[in-house]
């Protein structure tokens, strides 16, 4: 079975530094791996996914991720933090073989400060 | 224009009571689901239907039903609440494969 380790469940960052979510992949063959955000009561949002084209993403709201085979890795990442991104944000992986669900990891919420 | 659209968004009910959350979506997407979110905001698979044929089916109490009566609508009935019922439960749809889902803004149920 498939499944995503987020390392962190919480991550405290300063305005405009780095951002980096960490998600780590269990699965036979590279699957599809997605980064969603959830803001406070509300649904979750997709911020970018991977289905084994270009290796590294680009998302919505300046984040990106990184498809590392050797790693089996997908971490995200924000060169600068804003205010706004302060969510929870889950990593989540879909086979690419038969079947479509969607497994999460247990999420990272992210604290951003002034 | 919500494209996934979850009624409603609060539910507050005593025990032993039966509940119903519709779901409804206009993507055109061929599959619906529903997860649960518990208070660690874990989140949880529980039914996936695809053009009103159950697919997923988790280990979910029998307590819960779903319904699909197009494939724009997945509603989830539970009967008998319990007090571990209480999360939130999240409605979702999606085209096909490797394009993720688009997720509703959720159901908060909890259950006194």
């Known amino acids: 079975a498939q499944s995503v380790t987020q390392l962190g469940s919480h991550v405290s960052v300063s305005e405009g530094a780095l951002v980096l979510l960490r998600c780590n992949y269990s699965?036979?063959?590279?699957?599809?791996l997605f980064w969603y955000v959830q803001y406070p009561n509300q649904g979750l949002q997709l911020l970018l996914k991977?289905?084994?084209?270009?290796?590294l993403v680009k998302g919505i709201n300046g984040f990106e991720a990184e498809f590392k085979k050797s790693e089996t890795s997908f971490h995200l990442t924000k060169p600068s933090a804003h205010m706004s991104d302060a969510a929870e944000y889950f990593c989540?992986?879909?086979?690419?073989?038969?079947?479509?669900?969607?497994?999460f990891g247990t999420g990272t919420q992210l604290k951003v400060e002034l | 224009d919500t494209a996934v659209s979850q009624t409603p968004k609060y539910l507050v009910t005593q025990m032993g009571n039966d509940k119903s959350i519709k779901c409804e979506q206009n993507?055109?997407?061929?599959?619906m689901y529903w997860y649960k979110q518990d208070s660690k905001k874990f989140l949880k698979i529980m039914f996936s239907?695809?053009?009103?044929?159950?697919?997923i089916n988790e280990t979910v109490p029998n307590r819960f039903s779903p319904k699909s009566p197009d494939k724009a609508h997945l509603n989830l009935h539970i009967n008998s609440l319990e007090l571990g019922d209480s999360a939130v439960y999240f409605c979702?749809?999606?085209?096909?494969?490797?394009?993720?889902?688009?997720f509703g803004s959720g159901t908060r149920l909890t259950v006194v």
């Open positions: 989540a992986v879909s086979p690419t073989g038969g079947g479509n669900k969607l497994t």
């Open positions: 993507l055109g997407h061929d599959t």
């Open positions: 239907y695809n053009n009103k044929e159950l697919i």
């Open positions: 699965s036979s063959v590279p699957p599809y």
């Open positions: 991977y289905t084994s084209a270009a290796t």
């Open positions: 979702a749809s999606s085209p096909n494969k490797g394009n993720g889902y688009t």
